[in-house]
């Protein structure tokens, strides 16, 4: 079990653009395809975002399941572990959180943050979150974002949805949620799986105006269009 404080490794506090943007905080829960998340940090780290990350209890056990490694306990590891899954050494500032410290920064409202996006999302997240209940600190820190009415913005990964879980995806809509499916799109001509998760994470992190990922978006037909030379 991981300890009760934060970890930071710093790595720099300024996107490509040159500005300090607040802290984005990235929740990953136990819901299968963790390849989102790796993804999404790889993507924000490289152009320089300071990255809160919280990953759920859950999540040791669908690592091992999914990729046959462990996801270090301790903080200071969980750093380096990330970094190194997501193949982004040095660039923007990693903080690791323990899912049981609920009194971490993100936890507060007064931490002052871009917003939360929580990839991939479960259902029991998404039923939780839909309910009111904070038993860890990622649902805490999302509870924060919706409260202070800041971005959340969720990427659920289930399939078929069950009524229950379309109400509870509704009301979290209706407090003000953004619900990002992990659907990807072909007009962008995915080559390989990464573009397709690359797709997702683009349209995720767009509802907070971060524009990271490489990404060949849609530009019409071509057809009954003028512009100029």
């Known amino acids: 079990m991981m300890g009760k404080s934060s970890l930071v490794v710093p790595q720099g506090d300024q996107t490509t653009s040159g500005t300090a943007p ?4 990235l929740g990953i829960t136990g819901a299968s395809g963790l390849i989102y ?8 780290l490289s152009a320089g975002y300071q990255v809160d ?85 990622l649902e805490r820190a999302a509870d924060v974002q919706l409260k202070e009415r800041k971005p ?34 072909w007009y962008h001509r995915p080559q390989t799986i990464n573009d397709l998760v690359d797709f997702v994470v683009a349209r995720a992190l767009d509802q907070l105006d971060i524009d990271c990922v490489p990404l060949n978006r849609w530009q019409g037909h071509g057809q009954g269009q003028g512009a100029d030379a």
């Open 53 to 137: 990350l919280v990953a759920s209890k859950a999540v040791y056990m669908v690592w091992q399941a999914e990729e046959q490694v462990r996801l270090p306990g301790d903080l200071s590891q969980q750093v380096l572990f990330w970094r190194e899954q997501a193949g982004v050494e040095s660039m923007g500032t990693l903080r690791c959180h323990a899912w049981s410290n609920v009194g971490a920064t993100i936890a507060s409202g007064s931490f002052k943050t871009s917003g939360m996006v929580i990839m991939p999302c479960s259902m029991s997240t998404v039923g939780k979150l839909a309910a009111g209940l904070s038993s860890d600190l």
């Open 152 to 185: 959340l913005v969720l990427v659920p990964r289930e399939t078929p949805l069950s009524l229950i879980h379309l109400r509870n995806l509704t009301t979290l809509a209706e407090a003000g949620a953004r619900i990002v499916p992990a659907i990807p799109a």
């Open 22 to 25: 607040r802290p984005l905080v």
């Open 37 to 44: 998340a790796v993804r999404a940090l790889k993507h924000l």
